[in-house]
């Protein structure tokens, strides 16, 4: 059986596109020094889960995003599920994890039906130790497989 390494990052929440995808791209850095073979990244962690997240909703900056993302699995060859957005054609939004493999191409996606806020003290205080880790519940028939 192949072991693997697997890093959990809990990045600082900034109230900015660019601060939050530097703190989850840092993550990223981080784990694959460590020796990690993959990297598990909070909801939301490219746009940060706050008030102002719907400002920071832009299809072109999360295409650029992701792509970024993309790169640096690549070129650490580390995989990694990430929270970011997600834009239906239909204008809907998405609170999505979309999962990169150590080659950097997406492997899948996992949705939410829309992009929730709710005021944890985990997400509320960045400066101290935290984590939150959302899974899909085994208990959703939709979520089973």
């Known amino acids: 059986m192949t072991r693997r390494r697997w890093a959990i990052a809990q990045?600082?929440?900034?109230?900015?596109?660019?601060?939050?995808?530097?703190?989850?791209?840092?993550?990223?850095?981080?784990?694959?020094?460590a020796g990690a073979d993959a990297c598990l990244c909070t909801e939301l962690a490219v746009t940060g889960f706050h008030r102002r997240l719907p400002e920071l909703i832009d299809a072109a900056a999360l295409a650029d995003a992701e792509?970024?993302?993309?790169?640096a699995?690549?070129?650490?060859?580390?995989?990694?599920?990430?929270?970011?957005?997600?834009?239906?054609?239909d204008g809907a939004v998405l609170n999505s994890h979309v999962y990169i493999?150590?080659?950097?191409?997406?492997?899948?996606?996992?949705?939410?039906?829309?992009?929730?806020?709710?005021?944890?003290?985990?997400?509320?205080a960045p400066d101290i130790p935290g984590m939150l880790v959302e899974t899909a519940y085994i208990s959703n028939p939709a979520e089973e497989a």
């Open 11 to 33: 990045p600082r929440m900034h109230w900015t596109l660019a601060g939050n995808l530097g703190e989850t791209l840092a993550s990223l850095e981080a784990a694959a020094a």
């Open 67 to 71: 792509a970024q993302l993309r790169s």
């Open 73 to 89: 699995c690549a070129r650490r060859g580390l995989a990694a599920a990430v929270g970011l957005p997600t834009l239906r054609p």
């Open 101 to 124: 493999d150590a080659d950097g191409s997406e492997v899948g996606r996992v949705h939410k039906q829309d992009v929730q806020y709710a005021g944890f003290v985990v997400l509320k």
